[in-house]
């Protein structure tokens, strides 16, 4: 594994001035252990030393100071109640992102609550981990060179990476916070491992005693990050698989277990496909959307999920748009003979719930390919919506047509008898 070993020896330095330690933790320790070439882009460092909250004090000093040749420290963000701060760097082989936290302990006063954190030593800050993947650490020296005989494992991270194990830390990791479960089927499919048998068993029982907890948005919030997560994974179709398999979409929603055959073929093509429709949306944001179009039940269903995880908002008006498009081709008006200047009408007319990307959200969904209205929509998204009238605004003008609603008017009608030529 390639690491940024000027910057690190530079920061070990300015630690190692203001009285504190650096230990390395997470990716990059399971690259480093796993033997990976691949480079850090996002390197996560425990802070002790002085004071309650030694990272935050570190983070200022790095703000102050002058970084070495070729960074530049483009964004600092500090979080004072949990001690952490996470900076974003322009290095010569790209962006870097470093998070730096203080070391400390948590606890969950209820189940998907905020922890409440103290400040502690490094060894207590590896015991409060979710695996024991994540609980190993490498206290940095300058000069480094990587050795294995100076890794902190106190849980037996390293053995199990080598079984290929993912292992709990704790007997009620997951009720303190179910979102590592999700957490857990990424670094399943991206390292190969599964469940430890305890660890197995903890995540069954977690589910079938799971009520969604009151008062926690905290939870809802992970929740949705993880997914984000899940998604950006380059194995997230075997991400959802493993979720799948492991009965995690009960996370979701009560008694959500089985997604439809060809889920993630379909989620697949929406990421892709939408994204070249409207690029102000990318494949990740899309996927999940296409996620919860999944979720049985009506519209008001996928909509309560959606604001329980916090969506943004576009992604809740797209999830609400594609429903209200689906109520309106299920009521009983007869549109098997439309013309297609009736359905381009219909769908653009202003007030509709025709966007590209609800139709596209529609046309990917299991119902498709047997609805009557599948032929129309396809047509009209690949098609009749890039048809323009003949004649311009401005060649009407020009014949005498007045501005206003009647150039409109017209506009449309030769648009109207364009569309039904090439029907």
């Keep these: ?50 004071g309650p909250w030694p990272a935050l004090a570190l983070a200022e000093a790095i703000r102050a100071a ?52 103290a400040a502690a030593s490094l060894r207590e800050d590896l015991n409060r981990r979710d695996f024991t993947l994540n609980a190993m650490a490498w206290p940095l020296r300058q000069g480094l060179i990587w050795n294995p005989q100076a890794l902190l494992d106190p849980l037996g991270g390293r053995a199990d990476l080598a079984a290929a194990q993912l292992r709990l830390l704790h007997a009620r990791s997951l009720e303190d916070d179910p979102s590592r479960l999700l957490r857990a089927a990424r670094y399943a499919a991206r390292l190969g491992l599964e469940l430890a048998p305890e660890s197995a068993t903890q995540a069954d029982e977690a589910l079938s005693h799971w009520p969604w907890p009151p008062g926690a948005p905290a939870l809802a919030a992970r929740l949705r990050m993880e997914l984000d997560l899940l998604f950006e994974e380059h194995c997230w179709r075997q991400a959802l698989g493993v979720l799948q398999d492991w009965g995690g979409l009960e996370l979701l929603q009560r008694g959500w277990r089985h997604l439809p055959v060809g889920s993630s073929h379909r989620l697949a093509r929406l ?11 990318s494949a990740q944001e ?16 996928r909509l309560e999920l959606a604001q329980r995880l916090q969506l943004h908002h576009r992604q809740q008006r797209l999830l609400e748009q594609a429903g209200l498009l689906r109520q309106w081709l299920q009521q009983g008006e007869a549109r098997a003979h439309w013309r297609p200047s009736q359905w381009t009408e219909a769908l653009e007319h202003p007030g509709s719930h025709g966007h590209p990307l609800a139709v596209l959200l529609l046309l990917l969904h299991p119902e498709a390919p047997g609805a009557p209205w599948r032929r129309p929509l396809l047509h009209w998204l690949l098609r009749w919506r890039q048809l323009r009238s003949p004649l ?31 029907a």
């Design 1 to 50: 594994m390639t690491l940024p070993v000027a910057w690190l020896d530079w920061l070990v330095a300015l630690a190692s001035q203001k009285g504190m330690g650096l230990s390395l933790v997470g990716g990059a320790i399971r690259d480093l252990c796993l033997g990976q070439a691949a480079a850090s882009k996002d390197l996560d460092l425990v802070v002790e030393g002085p």
């Design 392 to 422: 311009s605004a401005k060649q009407l003008l020009a014949e005498g047509l007045p501005p206003g609603p009647a150039l409109g008017q017209r506009l449309w009608q030769e648009r109207a008898a364009a569309l039904d030529r090439g």
């Design 286 to 301: 899309l996927r999940l959307v296409g996620l919860l179009e999944l979720l049985p039940g009506d519209l008001s269903v």
């Design 271 to 281: 990421g892709r496909w939408g994204a070249a429709l409207d690029p102000a949306w």
């Design 66 to 117: 002058d970084l070495p040749a070729g960074l530049l420290l483009q964004e600092l963000q500090k979080h004072g109640a949990y001690g952490t701060a996470r900076l974003l760097l322009q290095a010569p082989q790209g962006e870097l992102i470093c998070d730096l936290t203080s070391a400390r302990r948590e606890h969950y006063p209820f189940p998907g609550a905020h922890p409440l954190v």
